[in-house]
């Protein structure tokens, strides 16, 4: 929730531009009340991808304040975020309503990004693993056969907004919970992401992983100029292993 309407102009330039220098691929999601002015921003030969911050569990009806998957679709976007930490606490959204928004975007076209992780209690009760879990498979459950395509952000709570970020270690090995997880309902392709305190120096560690093949970035995404060398970073990885799937995205 941040933005006046000139910033977030300058910021989509500043985006497009980092992205044309990048083999990385690059998404931005920005407030719903600027998705057109982004989408007109960026041009249509930018390269950069648009995205929402999320969608309603329902299709459509009398949601006072939500917004439906299918309009997301129709201004241009192509990912939506399904169960946001932040969205699950203030909105006390369960891991089964976070499915249902996941099959609203699907059912819309769009790729959800499905967003998981523990807070600090649940990890230091032991329960990490068990709690990432739980909340990917019921986000997985009800979405349909054949298989659509999804993407998976871990975000450990812990970690957002707090400066402090997981180790590399301790993502590849949330990673490596959910390879698992995806693999055993269908999923073996998905691409999943770290998210949680991302910066331009601590990037390259995260993407020199096995297993981590993105970031979701939230507070550096505000600043152009931080932004910009995150993208840089991840390309570097690219230059560094041409065979790599790993992708930036904000």
């Not at 991808?49 to 304040?65: I, N």
């Not at 707090?162 to 959910?178: C, F, I, K, R």
């Not at 992983?209 to 939230?218: A, E, F, I, K």
Request: glycine letters at 10%.
């Amino acid at each position: 929730m941040n933005g006046s309407r000139d910033e977030v102009r300058a910021w989509a330039a500043a985006a497009s531009a980092a992205a044309a220098r990048s083999s990385a691929e690059v998404a931005v999601l920005p407030p719903h009340p600027w998705l057109l002015l982004v989408r007109e921003a960026l041009g249509e030969r930018s390269r950069v991808a648009l995205g929402a911050q999320q969608c309603h569990p329902e299709a459509k009806g009398a949601h006072t304040g939500g917004v439906a998957a299918s309009m997301l679709a129709e201004a241009g976007c192509r990912y939506v975020l399904a169960g946001h930490s932040e969205t699950r606490r203030e909105q006390s959204l369960s891991d089964e309503r976070v499915g249902a928004a996941a099959l609203r975007a699907v059912e819309a076209g769009l790729v959800p990004i499905v967003c998981v992780g523990e807070t600090s209690a649940e990890r230091d009760a032991g329960r990490a693993r068990e709690v990432v879990l739980r909340q990917i498979e019921a986000a997985l459950a009800p979405l349909p056969r054949p298989r659509p395509r999804i993407e998976v952000a871990y975000e450990p709570v812990w970690a957002i907004g707090t400066g402090e970020n997981a180790t590399p270690d301790e993502a590849e090995e949330a990673h490596g919970w959910l390879r698992e997880a995806l693999a055993r309902a269908g999923f073996p392709g998905a691409r999943i992401l770290y998210g949680g305190s991302v910066t331009h120096g601590n990037v390259a560690g995260f993407l020199s992983r096995p297993g981590v093949d993105g970031v979701l970035v939230g507070g550096q995404s505000l600043d152009s100029t931080a932004f910009a060398g995150i993208v840089a970073a991840a390309d570097g990885i690219l230059d560094r292993d041409p065979s790599a799937t790993r992708r930036a995205r904000p």
